[in-house]
């Protein structure tokens, strides 16, 4: 069968199915509870579940509603003067357990799977230095070779990201809304990688070159919840994951041109994340943004509502290589009504830049 309609087989659980796939799903989650209660160890054993992510916005929730971390706020108010650093003391003790519980999968999949991410302060978002003056701090804090630090993809934050690849750091690369931000990021870890591999050939440690792991999360129901209501019916609810079968389509290209040469030297790529993939609108089926973006090398990061619902009810089978031509009738029909995707995108980002920094001074103030 072709990529387009092959389907995994019937008798895995939903998710594990789609693993068959040549995707991972991830968690886009992350509580003491969660940890603690065996519900994520599950989730990796049972559903093959690879990976986990989080930001502000996720740390806040956790902080507010799980009374586990009482004792740790108090006793980090004791210790720390520092609201940020008393939120660090708090949280990457989850991240580090969480790591820890992804280690085997990392270490059975030499690194392909298993990482878990943490993003730096969304208030250096426009800060090149800060940022991996930052990522790097997080980076030997955590000491967990499957971490991943995240980092928002802005200007500064694409700096940022070539220089703490070139360190050999793992990163996620957050926040992309546009075929433009992904150019920008993949031409960023481009450069870092190129970078990671001179210094590893130079150090004459060639074998480290496949050390470094990261991803491009490539936003999704944000687009369509953004676009839906200047759209004619015929129109709705498509943009977004036309984006992403395009973007697919971009990256695709990338692997097979100017970056063969880095996987030659053994270098990792960097996969498509598809982010933010709970349905907004109820009117659509709460599965689609997964159902949708299955393909192969690629991640889709999920909140633990749409893990559920896809267990329950999905069905998984590589859709993200079919109907490519109508994807790209989609965008041109929505650039025809004077829609600028690119700005379209970089609104996005700066209102997803301006909740995280919302979420994470709402979490100083609560530490």
């Not at 989080?54 to 009374?67: G, V």
Request: proline content about 5%; glycine content about 6%; overall charge negative.
């Amino acid at each position: 069968m072709t990529p387009s309609t092959h389907q995994a087989p019937a008798s895995l659980s939903r998710i594990a199915a789609v693993a068959q796939l040549g995707q991972q799903i991830w968690l886009d989650t992350l509580s003491r509870q969660l940890i603690e209660s065996g519900t994520l160890a599950n989730w990796i054993h049972e559903d093959a579940v690879a990976g986990l992510t989080s930001n502000p916005a996720i740390f806040h929730q956790a902080l507010s509603k799980d009374t586990a971390y009482q004792p740790a706020i108090a006793a980090a108010r004791s210790a720390e003067s520092d609201p940020e650093i008393r939120f660090e003391t708090v949280v990457l003790p989850d991240i580090q357990a969480a790591c820890d519980l992804f280690l085997p999968l990392w270490t059975q999949t030499k690194g392909e799977q298993g990482y878990v991410s943490f993003e730096v302060s969304p208030r250096l978002a426009h800060d090149a230095d800060g940022t991996t003056a930052a990522a790097v701090r997080l980076w030997h804090t955590i000491q967990r070779p499957n971490a991943m630090i995240k980092i928002p993809a802005t200007p500064a934050g694409c700096t940022a990201i070539a220089d703490v690849i070139a360190r050999g750091i793992n990163v996620n690369v957050t926040l992309i809304f546009s075929l433009e931000q992904l150019e920008a990021v993949q031409a960023a870890h481009e450069a870092g990688l190129r970078r990671w591999v001179a210094h590893c050939q130079q150090q004459g440690t060639p074998e480290r070159i496949g050390d470094v792991a990261s991803v491009a999360s490539f936003f999704v129901s944000r687009t369509d919840s953004t676009l839906d209501p200047k759209l004619p019916e015929s129109l709705q609810g498509k943009t977004a994951i036309a984006l992403c079968k395009t973007a697919y389509q971009q990256w695709q290209g990338l692997q097979s041109g100017q970056q063969a040469d880095l996987q030659a030297h053994g270098a990792k790529p960097q996969w498509l994340l598809w982010a933010s993939t709970s349905v907004k609108n109820p009117a659509y089926r709460d599965t689609r943004y997964v159902e949708e973006l299955i393909g192969p090398q690629t991640v889709n990061t999920v909140p633990d509502a749409t893990l559920v619902a896809f267990r329950d009810h999905g069905v998984a089978a590589q859709r993200l290589t079919a109907d490519v031509e109508t994807a790209a009738d989609q965008l041109a029909a929505i650039s025809a009504l004077g829609i600028d995707l690119e700005q379209v995108g970089q609104d996005l980002q700066t209102a997803g830049l301006n909740q995280f920094e919302t979420a994470y001074n709402d979490l100083l103030t609560l530490v």
